[in-house]
């Protein structure tokens, strides 16, 4: 019998494992939202262990391996090597009334009802209002910036939300110490576990111009001044090579793969042209996906929801080696097409359940039916790895959450 490494990383490579592989929670858009992991808990009859929110931005939880093992899960993310001493969370509660625990070194602020995250100079750079499940980006620090050069980028990133509201290992950084305790953090993991161990780097494009300059602000400077993105783009990629060589150094040997992300698509077709994706983009990947590969035997996965059909040959020139979530909801990203037409050089991450209206609306038999449909037509030959498309909702019933997982392999 396969290991469950063994299992995702057959899969990987084009080959027929002996059941379907099973992703829950190995990244951040195959998790659970934690709202609806501890009805999920209380459902499963699991009645110790506090609800740990790792990801604040999307509040999604650990999973823990009761729950892992009680569905065959195959994956765990290399953030599952962090974070493992009392000191590192503190208590918070769910916008349902949930008490919770949150890393540490994020630091919400109750005003007028609204949850505020400040950076350290004061600038107000993400919100939870009354009523919302997320919190969302408030500053886009580059959005009135005249900078041609764009010479020092780190400093403006921080005060993205997505940064500084990271997940484990942060708050580690690229220093000499935080490359050490990622070292072993990620050494340990990968000796307590045969799970695929996915390393989450980022690695974003487009998305660190819309975080940076604002997402209307970006798309609009890609075809009004060209020039000044492609030497934003070329800055950027100066600044990746450097964290991934750190990143790879320390964690290279003990992750299988590597999540690069970018939201490429949206419901009916690529944010960017083709052309655009061909000019801005492509090349750009390819040399940070190149380089991953000769730092550590990694394979190569991005994150990328939306219709991205034109784009999926570029991207696999670029050396991708998975896709994912697999967006099936989304224009020309039918099952049927991406199996025949990429499943040869793309492992397909995803697409295993409908969860825009089926997944938190419908039936358990009917979500089962819908599972067990897309499995007949991605799983034959490898090339795919079940995930439901992102993650699973506050409000998804944790019947149907049972009846997705359990219809995989049956």
């Not at 099936?328 to 697409?351: I, N, Q, V, Y």
Request: aromatic residues 8%; negative net charge.
């Amino acid at each position: 019998m396969l290991t469950s490494r063994e299992r995702v990383m057959m899969a990987v490579n084009h080959r027929e494992p002996d059941r379907i592989p099973i992703d829950l929670g190995g990244h951040r858009s195959s998790g659970i939202m934690a709202i609806a992991y501890n009805k999920l808990k209380e459902h499963l009859g699991i009645r110790t262990g506090d609800i740990y929110v790792y990801d604040v931005v999307q509040q999604l939880a650990i999973i823990e391996p009761e729950v892992l093992d009680r569905f065959g899960v195959d994956t765990v993310e290399m953030g599952r090597g962090f974070a493992l001493k009392p000191a590192d969370w503190q208590d918070w509660v769910l916008p349902d009334g949930t008490p919770c625990k949150i890393p540490a070194f994020i630091h919400p602020v109750r005003v007028n009802g609204h949850w505020h995250v400040y950076h350290e100079d004061g600038t107000l750079i993400s919100i939870q209002k009354a009523g919302s499940l997320y919190f969302e980006q408030t500053f886009w620090p580059l959005a009135d910036s005249q900078d041609e050069t764009f010479a020092d980028l780190s400093t403006p990133a921080q005060k993205v939300s997505w940064a500084a509201m990271g997940s484990p290992p942060a708050p580690l950084g690229y220093d000499a110490e935080g490359l050490r305790r990622r070292a072993a953090g990620a050494k340990a993991l990968r000796e307590s576990t045969d799970r695929a161990i996915i390393g989450l780097f980022g690695g974003n494009l487009l998305e660190n111009g819309q975080f940076l300059f604002g997402m209307e602000r970006f798309l609009f400077l890609l075809a009004e001044n060209p020039a000044r993105i492609h030497r934003f783009l070329d800055r950027l990629v100066e600044d990746h090579l450097q964290n991934l060589e750190k990143f790879l150094s320390a964690v290279g040997p003990y992750i299988d793969i590597i999540l690069f992300g970018d939201d490429l698509g949206s419901q009916v077709g690529p944010q960017i042209s083709p052309r655009m994706f061909r000019e801005c983009f492509q090349p750009r990947y390819k040399i940070l996906w190149a380089r991953a590969k000769q730092l550590a035997d990694v394979k190569v996965m991005l994150h990328s929801c939306g219709g991205i059909y034109p784009l999926l040959p570029g991207l696999i020139d670029a050396g991708l080696d998975i896709v994912q979530p697999v967006q099936t909801s989304a224009r020309h990203m039918e099952p049927e097409r991406l199996k025949r037409e990429f499943a040869k050089d793309l492992c397909l991450w995803g697409g295993g359940c409908e969860t825009q209206t089926l997944l938190p609306r419908g039936k358990p038999e009917e979500v089962a039916a819908d599972v067990r449909q897309r499995v007949k037509v991605l799983a034959p030959g490898g090339s795919f790895v079940f995930q439901q498309i992102h993650n699973v909702m506050a409000d998804v019933p944790p019947e149907n959450i049972v009846a997705m997982l359990d219809a995989v392999n049956r």
